[in-house]
């Protein structure tokens, strides 16, 4: 039988609630499936390790996390402890440059058994394509002077082989399912990240003549996701407006806790990571409320990757069924603790 080594990285807040109910779901799934198994080590790096060692993750983190197939992670962030750049610089988006995870796929849809907030929501489909390693996170720009002169400068990089990336990776997705990419643009405010966007968008654009291509400015894209959201199918995003948009994605769909994300190392040189969209959640943290189908979700989308869609669907269908038996945590309405919608989903799976 196959297994596969997944290093789990909880981290802070929801992470460590919401992480072990979705092992729990995979390792029936695969159970199920009865071709493989998973083989979990857990990582207890996050605020709490910083905390105690003035670092995130060990020095040699890295290279550990190399050694594994692939990594499941919950959430970093806990600002009332460690301030939120510490944190996520030194652990989570440390992971996603350091493994070259330049792509970060998150879906959004409407979901059987789940109402939209949305009065028009349309059975929309779609899937943001986030560009995962530069862009307005480039790590790049200072502060300098003081007083009523400092200024604080952040510089946004857009490389022709990280755009071309992502924007290949979009319309390569666009063919297998409507046929249709939107670029997320902003070319008429800024003068020189979006201008040259564009341009690579409609040069790779150009190899892909069958696919439907569009570009929108993010302010009005953000609308029509309100207005229209059906008639999206891959939307291609920088980093900074990907992150934006796929909040709003798990918005519509009913909360972002249900949102799922995959940071990807296309070269399948490195593990890609597998996180939602959520964060840690410190309101609600501890209690055993939260919604722990975002990280379901999230380790469907690992199932696909490593290449058992069919059964990644059948995680879908066992979320779907349980919404519409009504068992929902808070954030979507209900009144069913984590513990009762992961037992519903197990029950749904046998
Ligand atoms: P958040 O996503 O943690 O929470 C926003 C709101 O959504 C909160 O009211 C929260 O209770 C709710 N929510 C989120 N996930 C939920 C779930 N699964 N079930 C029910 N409700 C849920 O965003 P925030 O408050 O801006 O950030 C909190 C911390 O998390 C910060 O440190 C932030 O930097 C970090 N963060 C981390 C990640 C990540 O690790 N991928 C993502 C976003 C934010
Ligand atoms: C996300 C998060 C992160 C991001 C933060 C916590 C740095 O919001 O994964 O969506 O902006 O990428
Ligand atoms: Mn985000």
């Known amino acids: 039988m196959k297994t596969y080594r997944i290093a789990v ?3 802070d807040g929801i992470g460590k609630e919401v992480v072990p109910a979705a092992m729990e779901v995979l390792d029936k799934a695969a159970q199920l499936d009865g071709r493989f198994q998973f083989e979990w080590t857990t990582f207890l790096w996050g605020c709490d390790y910083y905390l105690e060692t003035g670092k995130m993750m060990p020095d ?3 290279e550990i996390l190399k050694g594994y197939d692939q990594i499941f992670l919950g959430a970093v962030g806990m600002p009332s402890l460690v301030p ?3 944190s996520l610089w030194g652990l989570l988006i440390k992971i996603r440059r350091d493994m070259k995870q330049s792509i970060n796929v998150r879906p959004a849809k409407l979901l059987q058994g789940l109402p939209s907030p949305l009065r028009n929501p ?3 489909d779609f899937v943001v394509v986030r560009e995962n390693s530069e862009g307005e996170y480039a790590e790049s720009g200072g ?3 003081s007083g009523q002169d400092e200024v604080a400068i952040q510089n946004a990089i857009f490389t022709r082989k990280g755009t071309e990336r992502a924007m290949r990776y979009a319309f390569d997705m666009a063919k297998t399912r409507r046929q249709h990419v939107t670029s997320a643009t902003k070319s008429n405010g800024l ?3 979006m201008p040259f966007w564009d341009e690579v968008f409609a040069e790779v654009g150009r190899d892909y003549e069958d696919i439907g291509q569009v570009s929108n400015h993010i302010d009005a894209l953000a609308a029509f996701l309100v207005m229209k959201p059906e008639n999206f199918d891959v939307i291609v995003a920088s980093n900074l407006f990907g992150d934006i948009l796929t909040d709003l994605g798990g918005a519509i769909m009913g909360s972002i806790g249900i949102a799922p994300a995959a940071n990807l190392n296309i070269e399948r040189e490195y593990p890609s990571m597998f996180e939602p969209v959520h964060g840690s959640a410190p309101d609600i943290a501890g ?3 939260a919604n722990p189908l975002g990280q379901i979700w999230t380790g469907k989308m690992m199932l696909d990757f490593l290449g058992y869609p069919e ?8 979320m779907e069924a349980t919404l519409a038996q009504g068992v929902k945590t808070g954030d979507l309405g209900g009144e069913a603790t984590l513990r009762q919608v992961t037992d519903a989903i197990l029950q749904q799976l046998q």
């Open 9 to 11: 990285i909880p981290g």
């Open 60 to 62: 040699d983190g890295i």
């Open 84 to 86: 939120d750049h510490v």
């Open 122 to 124: 349309n059975g929309f």
């Open 143 to 145: 502060r300098i002077h």
């Open 191 to 193: 003068t020189y990240s």
């Open 287 to 289: 209690k055993g409320i």
């Open 311 to 318: 059964l990644g669907a059948k995680i879908l269908d066992a």
